[in-house]
Structures are given as C-alpha cells and as structure tokens.
C-alpha cells in the first residue's frame, strides 16, 4: 500500500511544478516540516529526484521509470479505481490474492504485479506472465448487481481495455469471449471470477494480463504464433504507468456507464469492436462436441448466437472460438 502523505507531496508538487517550500507543505499537509522532509528521502530512495534548497523548498526534478505504485497514483486520475495498490514483485496471481484479500480491501483496490509465477487463464490454462514486460493486474469490484449481471463483465472490461489501446494508437479488436487481438494476435486476456450469493454479488475480480514490452524472441516458443505485444506493434516505447493509468480511467468510466446506464451502450461498443460476428466458426467447448456455424450475433448477458449449418439457432455461453 502506499503512504498517502507521500502521494500528497508528489501530487502537489507535480501540479506546481516549481518549488514549494517545506512549511507550506507541511501545513498544506498538516503534518511537521520533520516529517515532510522524512517522506522526502523516501521518496529519494524510490527513485525521485527533487531539487530542494533551504530557502525555496522542494522541486520534483524527475520521476523514475518504474511501475511503482507512487507513480501510478501521482498520476491517475479515476475516483474509485486504484484508489489503492496493494503491489507484490512476485506473487503467484493477483486474481488469486484479490479474491484472498476481497473483505479486506474496498472497491476499485488493484493488485499489480511485476511478475506472477502461476498466472491463470480460464479453465486452469497459464497465462505467461514475465517479470517487468506487461502489465498484470487484478481489480477488486464490488457492484451492487445481480450476480447473473456477472457474465456482462468481462465484455465491459474488454471494451475498456480496446479502448485504451486505440488511443495508444493500436488497432484492438474484441474476440469472443474474453481476447484482445491486434492484427489477430493475442495482446490481452481477461479472467473475472466472482464470489457471490443467490441474489448479491459479494465481490468481482476482473483480471487483465496486457503484452506491453516483448518482442517476439520474448514469448515462450509456443505463444510466438498466437502472441503479440504493444511495442511489437508500435514505433515507439510504451510507459506502462501511463497506459495503466489510461486504462483504469476507460474501466472505470465504462463502470459508471453501467451503473447509472445499465449494459445497453457498452454492448454497442463491443459490437462496433467486436472481430467474431459474421465469421465462420469452429466453437469448442469443454466435455462437449464442436459447433459449426455463423457467428450471428452476442446477447446481452455475453452469450454468442451460432447460425449452424441446417439454419437452427444456438446459444452459446462458454467456449473457445476458432475461425
Ligand atoms: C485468458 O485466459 O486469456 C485470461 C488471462 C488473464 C491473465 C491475468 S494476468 C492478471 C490476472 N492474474 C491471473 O492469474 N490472471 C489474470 P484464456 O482465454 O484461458 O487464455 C489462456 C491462453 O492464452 C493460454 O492457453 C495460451 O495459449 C495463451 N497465452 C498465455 N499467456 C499469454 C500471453 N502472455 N500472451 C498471449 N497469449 C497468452
């Protein structure tokens, strides 16, 4: 977790952007001058740089480089998400310590790793999760909805995540049910899992593992086919404080939209999106046989409406698509 007067120095003196000395901080911040200039040196040991004279006081000189919870919050601009970052250099799945620490944290808590030792798909599948090369996260939702609203999630955070990477400039396409592609290569997957009662969600974990810095040699032998990156598809190097940031606030704009709106226009965005509708298309699904057939339409609980050959309609609720 981070320090909040910590976040407040780097907040106010981002915002000034020239000297603020330490007795208006210490009283805009209502701690001592000691205690400002404490919160400075560790701040110095994380890797700020700060010119700081006697008489004018404090100016942050550069920031570092790293995905450091400070950097996120000092420059995020959401109101619920990522509020708080409960960060971990290595742990085994952020989806598994959101769900561990559910009733401990509140809504819109993010759980960031630098590296996950047993990050997972759906299914009990791997996701490969390299130290310092994506950005592998987890947010703590806690809506009051009904649980069979659940399914609609991983379409808004697909959306939300599209989004963010065409204003990257990436051309983010939606694959159903859960995949990002980019020029048909997979760049992000999503797991959201849930805790629930019949009639009450208890709390939501949505998941995202986002390929940012690879290139291709990066990639386990067997993902280099399947498997793409945002710098594999950019001209220029990705700060992945800056594309998080960007991302929560698309998340949680699209949150808010459900909340007050309900899922209609997200589902209109998943569409226009979207690059399964109209296919045709091999869906397989778990224990069950392989379905063929036009991939016509998605519903508004995430379902996908199969034309199969012979005309008849099928809904479909989980599977992996081919085309
Ligand atoms: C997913 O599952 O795509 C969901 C992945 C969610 C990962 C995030 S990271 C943060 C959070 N904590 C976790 O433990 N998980 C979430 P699925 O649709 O089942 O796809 C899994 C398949 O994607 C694998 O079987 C591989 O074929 C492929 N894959 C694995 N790692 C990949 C990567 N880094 N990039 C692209 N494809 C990958």
Redesign the pocket.
């Known amino acids: 977790m981070t320090n909040s007067i910590r976040q407040a120095i780097l907040k106010l003196l981002s915002e000034k952007k020239t000297h603020v000395s330490g007795e208006e901080l210490a009283k805009l911040l209502n701690v001592s001058r000691t205690s400002i200039w404490k919160h400075i040196q560790k701040l110095r040991e994380k890797g700020y740089q700060f010119d700081s004279s006697s008489n004018l006081g404090y100016r942050l000189l550069s920031a570092p480089k790293k995905m450091i919870p400070e950097e996120i919050q000092r420059k995020l601009i959401t109101k619920i998400l990522g509020q708080e970052i409960v960060f971990f250099a290595e742990t ?5 310590e959101a769900k561990r620490h559910a009733s401990d944290y509140p809504e819109g808590t993010i759980f960031l ?1 630098e590296m ?1 030792t ?6 009990g ?6 130290p310092g090369f ?1 950005i ?3 947010v703590l939702l806690k809506p009051k909805c009904s649980p069979t609203n659940a399914t609609q999630f991983p379409l808004l955070t697909a959306v939300a995540i599209a989004e963010s990477l065409r204003k990257f400039g990436l051309e983010a396409m939606i694959k159903w049910p ?2 990002i592609l980019v020029h048909g290569k ?6 959201t899992e849930m805790d629930a009662e019949l009639d009450r969600i208890n709390y939501l974990v949505v ?3 986002i ?1 940012v810095k690879h290139q291709l040699s990066d ?1 386990p032998s ?2 280099r086919q ?3 990156s945002m710098e594999m598809n950019l001209e220029q190097p990705v700060n992945r404080v800056d594309f998080l940031c960007e991302l929560l606030s698309s998340l949680e704009k699209r949150y808010l939209q459900f909340v007050d709106e309900g899922f209609q226009g997200i589902l209109e965005t998943w569409r226009q999106y979207n690059c399964t509708l109209g296919k045709e298309a091999k869906v397989s699904r778990l224990n069950r046989p392989a379905l063929y057939g036009e991939a016509l339409d998605i519903k508004s609980d995430g379902s996908l409406v199969l034309k199969l050959a012979d005309g008849q309609m099928l809904t479909v609720f989980s599977g ?1 698509i081919e085309y």
């Not at 047993?118 to 299914?123: D, I, K, W």
């Not at 599948?125 to 390299?130: G, L, M, S, T």
């Not at 997979?186 to 797991?191: N, P």
């Open positions: 085994e799945s952020t989806n598994s790793a996950q047993s990050g997972r798909g759906r299914l599948r791997k996701w490969d999760a390299k994506g592998w996260c987890s859960n995949d997979k760049i992000c997957g999503i797991l998941g995202f593992g390929n990639f067997e993902l399947i498997a793409t992996e």
